[in-house]
């Protein structure tokens, strides 16, 4: 579990933003030379939003901090994982695409208890 990064993704549309992100993490792979270091489940519709988890493994994310080295110490967060959800939602910036991240974990040990 823990060389997974799990990422609950909230998208008013299910297809166009889970083609956009596996798009955008088969890039990814390819820069990297890397292959099948990432799973996207079906959505769960509620509340007008489809509710799905992409599933990176950690050693894709490493590479990547590798590769752009002090750059991805810019990026905003603490930690690789808050760093790796920036540089996705950089890369996703467009109004076509309409979608909130978050690290799964940290959603179930919510102080609210609600997850």
């Known amino acids: 579990m823990y060389d997974r990064i799990n990422i609950n993704v909230s998208a008013v549309d ?7 992100i ?15 270091d990432f799973a996207i489940t079906d959505s ?4 007008g939003w489809h509710f799905f988890v992409v599933s990176v493994n950690r050693s894709l994310v490493e590479k ?5 080295g002090p750059d991805f ?13 920036t540089w996705i ?7 076509e695409h309409r979608f909130k991240l978050a690290i799964k974990e940290e959603m ?7 997850f």
């Open 14 to 20: 299910y297809d166009k933003t889970s083609k956009a």
């Open 22 to 36: 596996g798009h955008k993490l088969s890039l990814l792979e390819e820069m990297v030379h890397s292959s099948d």
């Open 44 to 47: 769960e519709f509620a509340f």
């Open 64 to 68: 990547l901090a590798e590769q752009m």
């Open 73 to 85: 110490d810019r990026l905003k967060g603490k930690g690789m994982e808050k760093k790796f959800l």
């Open 89 to 95: 939602a950089k890369n996703m910036e467009s109004k």
């Open 108 to 114: 179930e040990s919510s102080k609210y208890g609600i």
